[in-house]
């Protein structure tokens, strides 16, 4: 899942769009945290619900750590839409992966917004709440991904930290992966359909946590700016 050539856009930083927000918006309505003044980082997860993902939520809950969920939808999101609600009814940011991971900068465009309308209304049917957030498979994009988001009001959220956990299932190798990349404004992508990360996920909260990291979802990392559709931001 590298990343290299994935996109031609520039990609923003958090940090960028929090100094692009409006000077006199207060920390209030943030969240857990106002990523201003304090090292915020955000855990994210692609592409579930699986049958791993209600422990996942039970840790969470457990750790007080919000996470933004990034849901595939074929045998996924019509598979455990209880889940889906829970992520959501929990303070979890629910986001879009497509509806069947298929790489999206191959697709026509009607193939496109199919892949992210189809989880988006299946998402709000189950939340009340449309997506803003979308990741594409694999992290590639490009100019048509950009615009048909845009259209859809979507914004593209990528990664600054990866364990590549879907070529191990060994979670103190995958726990090292994440402490060793991890920084503030970070996005961690992991995946809670393989057998190896979510053991590793306690392990991973409680030393970023020893290390000063209050975690937030991403549009909490954003605050007070937001993301904007159609463009990318890592």
Known sequence: MALSGCTGRETTAPATVRAQAAVDVQAAGFGTADCRRTKC????????????????????????VPATFFLLGERHIETYPELVRRMADEGHEVASHTWDHKILTRL????????????NQEIERLTGRRP?????????????????????????VLWSV????????????????????????????????????V???????????????????????????????GEVYR
């Open 108 to 119: 026509r465009p009607e193939e496109i917004r199919e892949e992210l309308e189809r989880p």
């Open 162 to 197: 990866t364990a590549k956990d879907y070529r191990t299932t060994d979670s103190d190798l995958i726990t090292r992966r994440v402490l060793a990349q991890a920084s503030r404004d970070g996005i961690i992508l992991l995946h809670d359909i393989y057998d190896g990360t």
């Open 41 to 64: 980082i955000a855990l994210t997860f692609d592409a579930g619900p699986s049958e791993h993902s209600a422990r996942l939520l039970d840790i969470l809950r457990e750790k007080q």
């Open 132 to 156: 803003t957030l979308m990741r594409p498979p694999q992290g590639r994009t490009n100019e048509t991904v950009h615009e048909i988001c845009r259209e859809l009001g979507l914004a593209e």
């Open 199 to 229: 053991p590793a996920v306690p392990g991973i909260i409680d030393a970023l946590k020893e290390r000063g990291y209050v975690f937030v979802t991403v549009p909490q990392l954003l605050a007070p700016g937001k993301a904007e559709p």
